[in-house]
């Protein structure tokens, strides 16, 4: 009987830990799915690199950037989004691959014109979003927004300490991209940017010898039809930007970029919006949708302003939205609701 009670247990144990470990296998192939998901596109296709007019990824193969960016990080319609579940809402319901972290460097907390605590939470929010699209296998834009202060120049000593810092730390960041002036604008000229990008791209090589850099271009990064007359030589993996507001930028403007693309020069859209080019007034979507196709046949990146619940037409998501992440159809803006049908696509 004793021997019967003894058998009896010791099957009872068996199938526990039968019981336990299929328990354990499950979560762990769950956990392992999960993470497989998470770190599909950085891994798949790895750090990027310029090959001809496009991006091309670790393999060679032409891959394209599909991004949002955020409002600035030093504003609190900015910042509270730069968190792992918002970019996780992002590439699992949006579709996107690519996020731009947009820090200004003049206005309101700017990085040049604020006190060393702000600095520090800029540059602390900077790591949260590099390290959260990491995590997340998304690519990743560390965006120095020029804009009120017009030429780069005038905080050239200041953006060299920065993408110093920037390419020391993330070097080995296989995600990460340089866009070293957002949008120059006044008078300044393509032979202004030239100087100043012949300033900051070896800073940055010294520490990452193959990051993708971004280089505005004049008029708020528009003319990238004069950039192709005297592209910057010396130097791989360098790309050129271009922005537009679909209603204010029509077939002119698409000209532009087409004079670039049949020079051969590699361009990519880190910002663009469907309203005009305050931010605001009414959508254009047949113009956007233009351009969208445009870019499409050239195989090329953009990213859509803004990421933000600011009461302007170029925010991603209604005033009235209260999240930072789980977004539903309910919170979004005439151009969120537009950008996710495409990106879905």
């Not at 340089?178 to 393509?190: A, F, S």
């Amino acid at each position: 009987m004793e021997k019967i009670r003894h058998k009896l247990l010791k099957k009872i144990i068996s199938l526990f830990l039968i019981i336990a470990m299929g328990t354990v296998s499950v979560q762990s192939l769950s956990f392992n799915s999960e993470y497989c998901k998470a770190a599909a596109y950085v891994q798949k296709h790895g750090r990027l690199k310029v090959k001809g007019t496009n991006i091309a990824d670790k393999n060679g193969k032409t891959v394209r950037l599909k991004g949002v960016s955020s409002h600035g990080i030093n504003w609190d319609v900015g910042y509270p989004y730069i968190t792992e579940k918002t970019f996780k809402t992002l590439r699992d319901k949006w579709k996107v691959n690519t996020v731009r972290l947009a820090m200004y460097t003049q206005e309101y907390n700017g990085y040049c014109v604020t006190d060393a605590a702000s600095r520090k939470k800029l540059l602390d929010t900077i790591d949260t979003g590099v390290k959260a699209a990491k995590k997340l296998g998304l690519y990743v834009i560390i965006d120095w927004h020029v804009l009120n202060d017009r030429t780069p120049l005038k905080y050239q000593e200041k953006a060299k300490k920065f993408f110093a810092q920037m390419s020391k730390k993330y070097a080995s960041y296989q995600n990460v991209l340089y866009e070293i002036c957002n949008e120059p604008n006044g008078g300044t000229t393509w032979s202004d940017i030239k100087k100043y990008a012949k300033k900051v791209i070896p800073v940055i090589r010294k520490n990452d010898k193959n990051g993708i850099i971004i280089v505005g271009t004049p008029n708020w990064s528009q003319d990238v039809d004069i950039a192709v007359k005297s592209p910057i030589k010396g130097y791989k993996n360098i790309m050129y930007s271009i922005h537009f507001y679909a209603a204010t930028h029509g077939d002119s403007y698409r000209n532009k970029l087409k004079t670039a693309h049949k020079n051969g020069l590699p361009v990519i859209c880190t910002e663009f919006g469907t309203c005009d080019s305050s931010g605001n007034g009414k959508y254009d979507f047949s113009s956007a949708n233009k351009w969208i196709k445009l870019m499409n046949s050239y195989n090329m990146g953009y990213v859509c302003w803004s990421l933000s619940n600011k009461p302007e037409s170029a925010s991603l998501l209604k005033a009235s939205c209260k999240k930072t992440s789980g977004f539903t159809g309910n919170d979004l803006s005439g151009q969120g609701k537009w950008l996710v049908g495409k990106y879905k696509k």
